[in-house]
């Protein structure tokens, strides 16, 4: 994406269909769990998602770099990340994307109690997360998936252990499947509030967050449509840095100006008002 004008309609689209997804259910099952009635065995389907209470929507989400998003890197590995996931996650994180196809996915790492009849098998202190899946297809129709993790202090993922004989559930794979489906997120959560970026934030009924970088910011956000609120009637500068520098005070003689920001920090494209911040790094969230 070359600026915000080319990105506007991938952005409104990642905005509606935020917006637009119901839950209709899910479309497969994670597990089966044998019970005994009067000496026959019978089978009951029961999806992980039944241990994770409540159903989650999109309504604050990280998206990847609109300006240089083939240029960055993500990680599905632990050893890959700086931030602890465990410190990013334990008040909450949404990511979403627009895919090719027209389509849009979004993942939520939300706290929970802990559920009754699992165990986590780890002798690590660590918390109880729901994750949350949705994939909002171009057809209009709605995967919704969620289930249980547990994550330790250090950031990874726990294997659990399910009550009675499941049919059909592998715990490997399960925090196998979990560790990258939260790795990934991270990776994205670390990459939008890295120090060399600004963070422009749509604000809508679903609120949207995304990086570029400080070498293409300016760039990308020049053809915005902003606030022409100028005594010349000119739109406002967007928000920069002024490097030090000496300025004539006439009589008052030569004063030294310090480094310093500014520049508008709010503006609007179409229907659509941003704001933009400078980042201040990921170190709140280095364990």
Avoid at 189 to 213: C, N
Avoid at 242 to 253: F, T
Wanted: proline share 5%; glycine share 10%; charged share 25%.
């Amino acid at each position: 994406m070359g600026n915000i004008q080319e990105a506007r309609s991938d952005i409104e689209s990642s905005i509606i269909l935020a917006m637009s997804v119901k839950a209709k259910g899910r479309t497969h099952k994670d597990a089966k769990m044998r019970k005994m009635r009067g000496g026959a065995g019978s089978v009951e389907e029961s999806p992980m998602d039944a241990f994770v209470p409540g159903e989650r929507h999109p309504t604050s989400f990280y998206a990847f770099d609109a300006a240089e998003a083939n240029q960055r890197l993500y990680s599905l590995s632990y050893d890959d990340l700086v931030v602890n996931p465990y410190e990013v996650i334990r008040g909450g994180l949404e990511i979403g994307m627009i895919l090719e196809d027209g389509g849009f996915k979004w993942n939520g790492f939300y706290p929970m109690k802990k559920p009754h009849g699992l165990v986590a098998i780890t002798n690590k202190s660590f918390e109880w997360f729901g994750c949350h899946f949705r994939h909002m297809k171009p057809c209009g129709s709605d995967v919704y998936v969620k289930r249980p993790m547990a994550v330790s202090r250090d950031g990874t993922v726990c294997m659990l252990g399910l009550p009675g004989n499941w049919r059909g559930y592998n715990a490997k794979t399960d925090q196998q499947e979990c560790s990258e489906q939260l790795f990934m997120s991270v990776s994205v959560f670390e990459d939008a509030v890295r120090k060399s970026a600004y963070l422009a934030t749509v604000h809508e009924h679903v609120q949207m967050k995304f990086p570029v970088g400080d070498r293409a910011y300016k760039d990308f956000f020049a053809l915005r449509d902003g606030y022409r609120d100028t005594p010349t009637g000119r739109r406002n500068p967007i928000i920069h840095w002024c490097a030090e520098h000496l300025r004539d005070r006439g009589e008052r003689g030569v004063s030294v100006v310090r480094t310093h920001k500014r520049g508008a920090d709010e503006f609007v494209c179409g229907p659509m008002r941003l704001t933009i911040e400078e980042n201040e790094g990921y170190e709140a969230w280095v364990a």
